[in-house]
């Protein structure tokens, strides 16, 4: 037990025999740990000068900004319904699934819409909220397309390319020449 109490009483006249190395291991340990987790986690291939970063260490702050961003879209990405791109160019996103049946293109449909340019100017509704009437072969295009896809109750957000909607000529005076337009429509019924 003498021992011990002879370092302590060193210690206790003399503190900087402790504090000293304490401060110099921490500062080690910080160093080595944040040079680790950004200088090892790279390799870089022979010949190629792109880098890959694994372990999640980040070489500046714009990296880490970066990835916070990243991680911001990737979670806001489950949050928005996924783009479906058709082979005619149709793009669609489910809103709302439907449990009904889907039209043909001869049917003729009730539906619930809105209309917009790619602005975000509104060129069309359905009055008051109210179903409008319509054969699905009577449509542009993109409508015709679109509503096949989807069940009574579903509803529905289109992008329809020009080509699929008034092309070249446009629809005056709301809508131009060579407009995508964007719709967001709810299928409410379903007629033979």
């Known amino acids: ?14 503190p900087y025999l402790i504090i000293v190395p304490l401060v110099v291991a921490a ?30 260490g980040f070489s500046n ?5 970066e990835s916070r961003s990243t991680t911001r879209k990737h979670r806001d990405n489950h949050k928005r ?7 005619s ?3 669609y996103q489910v809103l709302k699934e439907g449990d009904g049946v889907r039209p043909g293109l001869a049917d003729k449909v009730q539906v619930i819409y809105r209309g917009n340019l790619e602005d975000g100017t509104e060129f069309d509704r359905s009055v008051g909220g109210q179903p409008i009437s319509f ?17 009574v109750g579903a509803k529905y957000r289109f992008i329809i390319p020009p080509e699929l909607a ?9 809508i131009g020449p060579n407009e995508t337009l964007i719709f967001e429509v709810e299928l409410v019924g379903v007629q033979e």
């Open 1 to 14: 037990m003498g021992g011990h109490y002879l370092v302590i009483q060193s210690i206790m006249r003399k």
């Open 27 to 56: 500062f080690l340990v910080v160093f080595y740990w944040d040079k680790n987790r950004v200088g090892n986690g790279s390799k870089k291939s022979e010949g190629d000068e792109s880098v890959v970063q694994t372990g999640g």
């Open 61 to 65: 702050e714009s990296d880490l900004s």
């Open 81 to 87: 319904p996924q783009r479906i791109k058709t082979d």
């Open 89 to 91: 160019g149709l793009i």
């Open 135 to 151: 054969r699905l072969n009577q449509v542009i295009l993109g409508w015709g397309e679109g509503l096949q896809l989807m069940k």
């Open 166 to 174: 008034y092309g070249g000529r446009g629809a005056p005076p709301k």
